[in-house]
């Protein structure tokens, strides 16, 4: 089990006190210049360092299969969500934008700042707004993962399929190749499809995870899923989630599971 805080005594350099506040490094979507963008997130920017990151407590217990887990969360913070790599909180003062931890030593940073700088302006991506000191400052997308729109029973309307499609083709004709993008990492708001966690589209290698996500749409949730209006119990999708992962990884690509992988 991996457990590391973001007190003082996890900080990357404890001799160097207090960490500079370096210019903002998040791209420019939504029109926003680097400066502006900065002048959007800087109120946040300073309770991520004095609140947040001293008093946070992520625990990576399992990094290769299971999302990390907030043990602390100081207030006035509230936990979004949390993936392999990261957990997403927002402060109530901010409410429209979040930051994404990184737990320590998990990569990912550097490579998910530049996606969203090549991104620039899309309505079915966020916007960074600033990257640095192991955390990013996203723009907050209201609303669901596919994952939790299965457990909770509400509907996944096609027009989301359709949007993360047209979302997948923009990204490439950004110079970028769409990876990881299933149940856990496309949320519905107001009816819309967005990708909220582009980290690995610089990667080089194929993914097939939207394409399983779609077949485990079309073949399960539309014909069977949602004419019954079933909620998937939690422990189903973490069984579906873990299989397709470990089925990713094994190579075989045969077995869509509801909600994708991840
Ligand atoms: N911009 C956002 N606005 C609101 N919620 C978000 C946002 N970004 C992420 N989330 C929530 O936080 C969760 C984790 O974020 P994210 O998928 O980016 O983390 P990750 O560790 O990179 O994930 P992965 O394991 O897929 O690599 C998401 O599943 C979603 O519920
Ligand atoms: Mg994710």
Same mark, same amino acid.
């Given at each position: 089990m991996h457990t590391a805080g973001f007190g003082p005594e996890n900080a990357r350099d404890p001799a160097a006190g207090p960490p500079p506040e370096p210019p903002a490094a998040g791209a420019s979507?939504?029109?926003?210049?680097?400066?502006?963008? +900065?002048? #959007?997130?800087s109120g946040l920017l300073q309770s991520i360092r004095r609140e947040l990151l001293p008093g946070l407590l992520i625990?990576? +217990?399992? &990094?290769? #299969?299971?999302?990390?887990v907030a043990r602390r969360v100081p207030a006035p913070w509230v936990l979004l969500g949390a993936g392999n790599y990261a957990a997403v909180l927002c402060h109530p003062g901010h409410p429209d934008l979040v930051a994404k931890v990184y737990a320590p030593g998990r990569p990912g940073l550097e490579e998910e700042a530049e996606v969203y700088r090549r991104l620039g302006s899309h309505p079915a991506f966020s916007e960074c707004l600033y990257a640095g000191e192991g955390f990013l400052v996203l723009g #907050?997308?209201?609303g669901e993962t596919l994952y939790d729109r299965l457990r909770l029973?509400? &509907?996944? &309307?096609? #027009?989301?399929i359709e949007d993360v499609d047209g979302a997948l083709l923009y990204a490439r004709t950004r110079g970028l190749r769409p990876h990881?993008?299933?149940?856990?990492?496309?949320?519905?708001q107001e009816g819309r499809g967005l990708v909220v966690d582009v980290s690995d589209f610089l990667r080089?290698?194929?993914? &097939?995870?939207?394409a399983d996500t779609k077949r485990a749409y079309h073949w399960l949730y539309r014909p069977i899923l949602r004419p019954l209006g079933l909620r998937v119990p939690y422990p189903v999708l973490e069984v579906a989630r873990r299989l397709h992962r470990r089925l990713r990884r094994s190579g075989d690509r045969s077995a869509p599971a509801p909600g994708g992988g991840g």
């Open positions: 979507a939504g029109g926003a210049t680097g400066a502006s963008a +900065a002048g #959007r997130a625990e990576s +217990a399992a &990094p290769h #299969r299971d999302p990390v #907050r997308i209201r029973g509400l &509907p996944i &309307p096609e #027009r989301v990881d993008v299933h149940g856990r990492n496309v949320m519905v080089e290698e194929a993914c &097939p995870a939207w």
